[in-house]
T-cell receptor, first 113, second 114 residues
Framework: KQEVTQIPAALSVPEGENLVLNCSFT??????LQWFRQDPGKGLTSLLL?????REQTSGRLNASLDKSSGRSTLYIAASQPGDSATYLC????????????FGQGTRLTINP | KAGVTQTPRYLIKTRGQQVTLSCSPI?????VSWYQQTPGQGLQFLFE???????NKGNFPGRFSGRQFSNSRSEMNVSTLELGDSALYLC?????????????FGPGTRLTVL
């Protein structure tokens, strides 16, 4: 059974810092990995999707990497801003259920002005 | 293009009642998945529908059911509500013909069971 873990559970940093969020998964036979952002009480916004054959994806100040063999992904946020404050979730889908995402518990990020 | 829409946004029900939630996917998307989000369990997959057929199912009791219509709109139903069913219910849609199945989520329906 696939399990996804995100560390740390919460992170508070001053504005302008570069930061890394971590995600690990127990079964390396994944189809893809997605990073999402969730604002309080709201739905999920897709940030980046990494296919199983890829090593990384970039969008603006965000960069996500994937190491399938070690079961790890990282989300790098450059030059953080107060508007980046949210909960960040990673999710994986496996070969048996490509639309069935297994989520981590998330990292609650606070950027202090 | 309009995003995924969910109605209603908020619901209050009492134990024992039943509830139906609705999800309209992004135009052209044929796959709709449902998730339950609670503070204790996080986000958990309920089921996925594609072309009016349930294609995948999570580990939830039979009180949770769903269906999809020919226009890809989907509904989920929860019967005999329990206090523990209080949650944010999210649906997501995916475009056809893409190998890598990126999912796009709606704003959710907040269900409170009293």
């Amino acid at each position: 059974k696939q399990e996804v873990t995100q560390i740390p559970a919460a992170l508070s940093v001053p504005e302008g810092e570069n930061l890394v969020l971590n995600c690990s998964f127990t079964d390396s036979a994944i189809y893809n990995l997605q990073w999402f952002r969730q604002d309080p009480g709201k739905g999920l916004t897709s940030l980046l999707l990494i296919q199983s054959s890829q090593r990384e994806q970039t969008s603006g100040r965000l960069n996500a990497s994937l190491d399938k063999s070690s079961g790890r992904s990282t989300l790098y946020i450059a030059a953080s801003q107060p508007g980046d404050s949210a909960t960040y979730l990673c999710a994986v889908s496996d070969l048996e259920g490509a639309q069935k995402l297994v989520f981590g518990q998330g990292t609650r990020l606070t950027i202090n002005p | 293009k309009a995003g995924v829409t969910q109605t209603p946004r908020y619901l209050i029900k009492t134990r024992g009642q039943q509830v139906t939630l609705s999800c309209s996917p992004i135009s052209g998307h044929r796959s709709v998945s449902w998730y339950q989000q609670t503070p204790g369990q996080g986000l958990q997959f309920l089921f996925e529908y594609f072309s009016e057929t349930q294609r995948n199912k999570g580990n939830f009791p039979g009180r949770f059911s769903g269906r999809q219509f020919s226009n890809s709109r989907s509904e989920m139903n929860v019967s005999t509500l329990e206090l523990g069913d209080s949650a944010l219910y999210l649906c997501a849609s995916s475009p056809p013909g893409r190998i890598y199945n990126e999912q796009f989520f709606g704003p959710g329906t907040r269900l409170t069971v009293l």
